[in-house]
């Protein structure tokens, strides 16, 4: 049975790497190497089901830190998704495990390491490297924040990270190629979400969740 992972990272050797070792523990592996976020949504549109695990750097060109993560959980729920990141700090894996990764992957972490990390994951374990605290010291301020974000729609979490950016809503109507009213409603349904009372109380709450562009 094949194996399908989608792999979002811009940097064609870590792609061609990880392809190198999961094959050596997956005998029918293909890859979908995404160098964008787009890229992935458009890979994954359509063919979901057929997905066994998107791999995602957090530092990708566009939506950036944990934005992309609460977006393709939110439109691909059925599919997990574990980070794979140069950022190796005891916090970011734990915040990245509450807001719903079903893994942790350091990329300072040997090929035979990553693979059987990846390997884990894919029969269903949460993967943290050790000496991070595990599942049981995610802090309760992360899953309340994560339930909040979680709350929104894809593009309410794009319009989110496009007003952590600056962007008023005629700029984020333009990039996204919908009506300036529609934007202001999705604004409306953003802050009553997160129960905030203002845009910067919005990007204020969504910096907490290092949700960069």
């Not at 549109?45 to 939506?63: F, S």
Request: proline share 4%; aromatic share 4%.
């Amino acid at each position: 049975m094949t194996t399908r992972i989608v792999i979002g990272d811009d940097h064609p050797l870590v792609q061609a790497a990880l392809q190198s070792a999961l094959s050596t523990v997956l005998s029918d592996l293909e890859i979908i190497a995404c160098q964008s976020l787009d890229e992935a949504l458009a890979a994954l549109t359509g063919r979901a089901e057929e997905i066994d695990l998107i791999l995602w750097d957090l530092t990708m060109p566009g939506v950036q830190d944990f934005a992309a993560l609460f977006i393709l959980l939110a439109q691909f729920p059925t599919v997990p998704v574990a980070i794979i990141s140069a950022r190796q700090d005891a916090a970011t894996i734990r915040r990245a495990i509450a807001y719903g990764a079903a893994g942790y992957i350091p990329k300072s972490l040997g090929l035979p390491e990553m693979a059987d990390a990846i390997a884990r994951i894919l029969a269903g374990e949460i993967w943290m490297p050790p000496n991070t605290g595990g599942r049981g010291s995610i802090q309760s301020a992360d899953l309340e924040l994560a339930a909040r974000a979680a709350s929104l729609s894809p593009q309410q979490l794009r319009i989110l990270a496009m007003i952590v950016d600056g962007k008023l809503n005629k700029q984020i109507a333009a990039e996204l190629d919908i009506a300036e009213q529609t934007v202001k409603g999705h604004v409306s349904t953003i802050l009553r979400k997160l129960g905030v009372g203002s845009r910067t109380k919005a990007a204020v709450l969504a910096e907490r969740l290092s949700f960069g562009r």
